[in-house]
């Protein structure tokens, strides 16, 4: 079993459904051999604005996917250590950082992402970096 951490991009694909992208997005999210982990990071890159827009099935299909989720990682402290190192190691933007240090403590194995393969997060060597950017393989 593959343990996973999608960023929100995959999710966001996923549940709006409208582009290309969106049927990769759900051929991760369903597959059986994958072990999803996740961060309040991604609840809140994805959850707060269509709460408040009051998108009820988008919220409750986030809210399906957080509650598959197996690990949280939930060390703040470290998470933002390891981040820190990795925005200054890789150029990161901030939130990239945190989401590949919250995947790193909670032992993922591949960080899936929307991200085209000339961005910084595919620098990384602490994880598998997974782009399912339309114009790309999977």
């Not at 990071?41 to 099935?57: A, G, N, T």
């Not at 989401?99 to 790193?104: Q, V, Y």
């Amino acid at each position: 079993m593959k343990r996973t951490y999608v960023d929100a991009g995959v999710l966001i694909a996923a549940a709006r459904g409208a582009e290309p992208i969106s049927a990769r997005a759900m051929a991760i999210l369903v597959d059986p051999d994958r072990e999803f982990v996740s961060s309040i990071f991604v609840k809140l890159e994805v959850l707060p604005k269509p709460i408040y827009l009051q998108r009820q099935i988008e919220v409750e299909f986030y809210e399906a996917f957080f509650a598959a989720v197996t690990v949280w990682a939930d060390s703040i402290e470290e998470i933002a250590a390891a981040a820190y190192q990795e925005a200054c190691n890789l150029g990161l933007a901030a939130l990239d950082a945190l989401h590949l240090a919250a995947a790193h403590t909670v032992g993922a194995t591949e960080f899936v992402t929307t991200e085209r393969l000339d961005k910084p997060i595919h620098r990384a060597k602490s994880i598998g970096v997974i782009s399912i950017h339309a114009t790309e393989s999977v």
